[in-house]
Structures are given as structure tokens and as C-alpha cells.
């Protein structure tokens, strides 16, 4: 092999680098990826008011039972698409995320609903589902039973949760 060949290659070499390198500082020059200023997403959770106490005063909370006096189930069956994600509605419907809620006021909190596995806190709070009970539940999942798996932050509209119990009281 002569001086002109190697030459040759060599040239090509350095040829195939150089347009690999340009390319390279073009490519990061037209699409440079901009850093956000803040990493990550922030998760919106609802959080007690400092006090407790001012933020009862501030809207004084309508009994549950007089709110059902007005409640449409209909209204109710399209909020419970906010439940739909973790639960079924159906007679015999099977359990999903949590457990099928048809026949759900009046009946024991934390056992049956179809063999569901509730948790530790669910089985441990006891007692029935009454129409009030439920309403404290929905409003705040956590709060009512505190331990409990369900990862929903709750309906905080009065008129939304009572349109939702008594869609719940027609599913017999």
C-alpha cells in the first residue's frame, strides 16, 4: 500500500469525523432541551386550615339530610364518573380498584362487597354506612377513616355529595 492510499483513507476518516462533528454541534444548537425551573410536578392534596376552627366558621355546613330533601339522583349518577375509575355501580358488578358499591347505604363498613380486601383501617372503624356517615367519608376519605387506601382527596361541593348519596340510596 502506498503513501497515496493511506492517504486516502486516512483522509476519509478524518472527513466522516468531521461531519459527524458538525452535525453533532448543529443537531445541539437546533434542538437544546430547556431544564424547567422547578423539577417535577406538583400534586394539588387538600390540607386542613391552619386553626381547624376558622374555616368551620366561615361556611357553616348544611345537614346532610336536608340537602337530600333537594338531591337528584340523576345529577348523582354523573358525578359518581368520579368514582367510576375505582368502582362499579351494577348489581353483581365486580370490584375493581375498590370494591362495587351497589347496595352500599346501610351495609357494614370494611367487610363483604365480594370478597374486596378493605384495609386494616376500614375493617377497624366497624359500624354501618349510614347516609351521614357517607357524606363524611366522600367529603374527606382520609379524614373519616384515617389510614384508609383510598387515594381519593374527596367532593368537597355539599350539593355534588348529596347527589351522589342519593344516587347511591336508589341502587337496591
Not at 453533532?24 to 387538600?46: C, Q, R, S, T, Y
Not at 376519605?141 to 344516587?167: C, H, N, Q, W
Request: aromatic fraction near 8%.
Amino acid at each position: 500500500m502506498d503513501s497515496f492510499e493511506l492517504n486516502k483513507i486516512m483522509g476519509a476518516i478524518l472527513g466522516t469525523c468531521l461531519v459527524l462533528l458538525v452535525t453533532n454541534f448543529a443537531a445541539h444548537a437546533i434542538f437544546a432541551p430547556k431544564a424547567p425551573a422547578k423539577p417535577g410536578f406538583e400534586i394539588a392534596v387538600k390540607e386542613a386550615a391552619a386553626g381547624g376552627g376558622e374555616a368551620a366558621k366561615a361556611a357553616p355546613e348544611v345537614p346532610i339530610k336536608d340537602l337530600l330533601k333537594t338531591a337528584s339522583a340523576e345529577k348523582g349518577q354523573a358525578v359518581s364518573k368520579k368514582c367510576a375509575a375505582c368502582h362499579t355501580f351494577e348489581k353483581g358488578g365486580a370490584n375493581k380498584v375498590g370494591p362495587n358499591l351497589f347496595g352500599i347505604v346501610d351495609e357494614p363498613r370494611g367487610q363483604g362487597r365480594g370478597g374486596f380486601n378493605f384495609s386494616a383501617a376500614m375493617k377497624a372503624k366497624g359500624g354501618n354506612w349510614s347516609v351521614e356517615d357517607l357524606n363524611e367519608f366522600i367529603k374527606s376519605p382520609k379524614g373519616f377513616v384515617p389510614g384508609t387506601a383510598m387515594g381519593f382527596a374527596g367532593i368537597s361541593k355539599d350539593s355534588e355529595r348529596a347527589d351522589l348519596i342519593a344516587y347511591l340510596e336508589t341502587l337496591k
